[in-house]
Each structure stands twice: as structure tokens, then as C-alpha cells.
């Protein structure tokens, strides 16, 4: 298991966008800034995490409050509902400076409990803009000896990279402060209902800058297509592994491989339009489509693990 204390730490631009804009939504239209708390999800490997993903679960106005079961509850039903896994938890300091307080040590002790090797991460949102360096704006932490709880030194995680060109990223975070100041777009927690973002988004990038906001309408209705063509063939090869009935494993093996080649292309072409687009709105849609690839992604991996185990098994029995 990887130790979040040593190695390298990656963000995507589309999981540092949603933490931001949780934050934002209950900062600027509120006459209290309230406290946010979500998920980040990703994966890791001996030498980096990579938070590829972030779930907004809850806000409250008892600022540094125990996480308590309800919050616990809702990330495990995120968890086993969209086959994630987590990497760790953020909550936001309001106007505060991102320290990791005493209370958050004992919060994050009991992340560690159920999620272990997890990291915590602090943000001040309201410092974007302000021209307070981005690595001073969010911090991450996690606990040094995670046997001590909340009496644990802290250790600081130093090595945060974003996956994305820096500057362009401080742009657009300053642009979706003026955005989210006119409600536009709305993001929402876990559970909530989901219909008013939609058809909001959608008629958002419709009417986004002539040239660009068309050319975006584009990319984006032509990669959500390209996105389901793959989730279909991701079916195919599921009810084909499930009924086993005639399973011609060469050919299987060989539709997993092309399989697994287009969507590592299609994520890189995704990926390429996010940072390149100056469109926050066309950004924030593009990074709903590239959530849902990552997702089959990790199932087309665990069906190649089945696969292959299973192969192994008809081998040995030979
Ligand atoms: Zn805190």
C-alpha cells in the first residue's frame, strides 16, 4: 500500500474545479461563510497519488465540527455506487488560513480509520484571487503516526503538482469566483437533485463566445457520443464475460485491448481540450464527460483482471 508521506502528489484540473466551486457556493452567496467537506478519489501507485476526482458531500455552519456518521455514509455510498476509490477528504477554512488544526488531526483520524493512507486537504477559498500563491491558498496534510490520532505530529505533503499549465489554472479560478458570484454554474453535493444543472449547463455553453462557444458545443456533444459508443462496447464485453457461453477468449482479450487503447486516446484528446479551452463553463461540461470515462476506464481494468485470473484457472486445470 502506498504511504500518502512519501511520493508525489497529483491533482487534476477537473478535481481541483469541484472542490473550488463547493467552497465558492456556500461562500459567496452567503452572508456566513460556511464550512465545506468532500471526497477525492483517484488512484495511487507506489510512487504517486493522483486525485482524479472530487464528490461534494456537505456543508455546515459549525465550522471544524467531528465528521460525524451521516458524512460517513454518504461517502460510502458514493463509493460503491460509481466504483471509486478514495484518496481523501477536503473541508475549507473560510477566511481562515488552510492550518491543520487540532480538531482537523482528530477528523482526520477518523478518515484514516475507515480509509487508510488518505490525505487531507485545507483550502481558504477566499483567498483565490487575491494573489496569495495557489500553494498557500490549499495545503495537504495527513497524520505522521496515524496510531498517536489526534495527538499525531502532522506532516505537511509538499510535492503538489496540477496537472494542468499553472497559470491557466490561477485564470480560470478567478474567473469561476465571478462566475459563481452570478450562481452560474451551480454545483451540487451527493444526493442532491440534479435536474437544474443540466439543461442550465448545456444552454450556458450554447451561448458561450461566438466561435469558441461553438466550436466547444461541438467537442463537447462529439466527445459525450464518442464517451457512450465506448460504454457500450464496455457492455458488450461484460455480457460476453458474464454468459460465457462460447467466450472466444482471443477475441475478447483482443476487443479488451482496443478496447483500452481508445480510451486512453480519448482521455488524452479530453484532457487536451480542457487545458486549452479558455471557457470555464465548456471546461466544467468537458470534466463531466472525462469523470465518466475515467469511471469505465477502472471498469474495463477490473474486467481485465478477471479476465485474466480466469484465464489462469482454465490454464491450470489443463
Ligand atoms: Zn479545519
Not at 493522483?50 to 456537505?58: E, Q
Not at 476509490?85 to 492550518?99: A, C, D, F, T, V
Not at 485545507?122 to 497524520?143: A, K, N
Request: some cysteine; glycine content about 6%; charged content about 30%.
Amino acid at each position: 500500500m502506498h504511504n500518502p508521506q512519501h511520493g508525489k502528489l497529483v491533482f487534476s484540473y477537473c478535481s481541483l474545479m469541484d472542490i473550488i466551486r463547493h467552497t465558492l457556493r456556500f461562500t459567496v452567496h452567503v452572508k456566513e461563510s460556511l464550512e465545506v467537506r468532500g471526497v477525492l478519489t483517484g488512484t495511487r501507485d507506489s510512487e504517486r497519488i493522483k486525485v482524479l476526482g472530487a464528490m461534494p458531500i456537505s456543508h455546515t455552519d459549525e465550522l471544524e465540527s467531528p465528521l460525524d456518521e451521516e458524512f460517513f455514509e454518504k461517502v460510502e455510498k458514493y463509493q460503491n455506487k460509481n466504483d471509486v476509490e478514495i484518496m481523501g477528504w477536503y473541508h475549507s477554512h473560510p477566511n481562515r488560513s488552510p492550518s491543520f488544526t487540532q480538531k482537523d488531526r482528530l477528523n482526520h483520524h477518523a478518515f484514516l480509520s475507515r480509509f487508510p493512507d488518505t490525505i487531507a486537504l485545507i483550502i481558504d477559498p477566499l483567498m483565490i484571487g487575491t494573489g496569495v500563491p495557489f500553494t498557500h491558498l490549499m495545503r495537504v496534510f495527513t497524520l505522521s503516526y496515524p496510531e498517536m490520532g489526534g495527538k499525531s505530529p502532522a506532516m505537511e505533503l509538499d510535492k503538489i503538482k496540477v496537472r494542468a499549465e499553472f497559470g491557466g489554472v490561477v485564470k480560470s479560478l478567478v474567473e469561476m469566483v465571478e462566475l459563481s458570484k452570478r450562481r452560474q454554474p451551480p454545483i451540487l453535493e451527493f444526493g442532491e437533485d440534479s435536474d437544474i444543472t443540466k439543461t442550465r449547463r448545456v444552454k450556458k455553453v450554447e451561448n458561450g463566445r461566438q466561435g469558441e462557444g461553438s466550436s466547444n458545443l461541438k467537442a463537447i456533444e462529439s466527445f459525450s457520443s464518442m464517451v457512450l459508443k465506448e460504454k457500450v462496447q464496455l457492455a458488450r464485453i461484460k455480457k460476453g464475460m458474464d454468459s460465457r457461453k462460447g467466450l472466444d477468449v482471443t477475441r475478447l482479450t483482443k476487443e479488451m485491448r482496443t478496447l483500452k487503447i481508445s480510451q486512453i486516446s480519448l482521455s488524452e484528446k479530453i484532457d487536451h481540450r480542457i487545458h486549452r479551452t479558455t471557457d470555464v463553463q465548456a471546461k466544467i461540461a468537458l470534466c463531466r464527460i472525462r469523470d465518466s470515462l475515467t469511471r469505465d476506464m477502472r471498469r474495463l481494468e477490473a474486467l481485465i483482471d478477471e479476465q485474466y485470473i480466469s484465464t489462469l484457472a482454465e490454464l491450470t486445470r489443463m
